[in-house]
Nanobody, 114 residues
Framework: QVQLVESGGGLVQPGGSLRLSCAAS??????SGWYRQAPGKQRELVAT???????NYADSVRARFTISRDNAKNIIYLQMNNLSPEDTAVYYC??????????WGQGTQVTVSS
């Protein structure tokens, strides 16, 4: 019933920018944030919304990435600036209805290379 549709990934040069989008349907909840998985590494938190409007960022992206949302449309965004090859990964959107009902998008590939 819950569906997450992601877009915005692709190939970009080092120093470039991308904006990822994740649209949710079939739920009253807005997606909670973004995770990524690089080749040979575990999935890691990139940026999420916490309680009381707070945000959480991985240290490696804090100064470069910005998470935002459009509550009316159930869409969240990840603005990624000054990208480096270390940012290359599959980026996943997630949504949490409860501890037993967590949903993930299919993932979108981000490749940073010259």
């Amino acid at each position: 019933q819950v569906q997450l549709v992601e877009s915005g990934g692709g190939l970009v040069q080092p120093g470039g920018s991308l904006r990822l989008s994740c649209a949710a349907s079939g739920t009253i909840f807005i997606p909670s944030g973004w995770y990524r998985q690089a080749p040979g590494k575990q999935r890691e938190l990139v940026a999420t919304f916490g309680r009381s409007g707070s945000t959480n960022y991985a240290d490696s992206v804090r100064a470069r990435f910005t998470i935002s949302r459009d509550n009316a449309k159930n869409i969240i965004y990840l603005q990624m600036n000054n990208l480096s090859p270390e940012d290359t990964a599959v980026y996943y959107c997630n949504l949490v209805e409860s501890i037993l009902r967590t949903f993930w998008g299919q993932g979108t590939q981000v490749t940073v290379s010259s």
